[in-house]
């Protein structure tokens, strides 16, 4: 149970930490902005997986395909934004 926890805390990190350099790379800085989005993305996820793993409903997948694809578009948009320059 810990290890699914610890895996989506890792996998919110690390879409928020895409989104910092995204905004970085387009000179958006808001910090009020990033720790708003970093806290209530970990706080809802949490709440998610909590709940599947109390109703015994796997709701766990939606948070991991959300991030996962976010992610890739995060992604997409540091390389685009890196093969205009």
Same mark, same amino acid.
């Given at each position: 149970?810990?290890?699914? %926890?610890?895996?989506? +805390? &890792?996998?919110?990190? @690390?879409? +928020? ?27 809802? +996820?949490?709440?998610?997986? @909590? ?5 015994? &409903?796997?709701? %766990?997948?939606?948070? &991991?395909? %959300?991030?996962? +694809?976010?992610? @890739?578009?995060?992604?997409?948009? &540091?390389? %685009? @934004?890196?093969?205009?320059?």
């Amino acid at each position: 149970m810990v290890k699914l %926890y610890l895996s989506l +805390s &890792i996998l919110i990190g @690390f879409s +928020s930490l895409l989104e910092i350099l995204n905004d970085l790379l387009n000179d958006k800085k808001d910090v009020k902005k990033w720790l708003v989005e970093f806290t209530s993305n970990l706080l809802l +996820s949490t709440f998610l997986i @909590f709940l599947s793993l109390r109703l015994a &409903i796997p709701l %766990y997948y939606a948070v &991991i395909i %959300y991030f996962g +694809s976010k992610i @890739f578009d995060i992604i997409g948009k &540091i390389r %685009y @934004f890196l093969l205009q320059e």
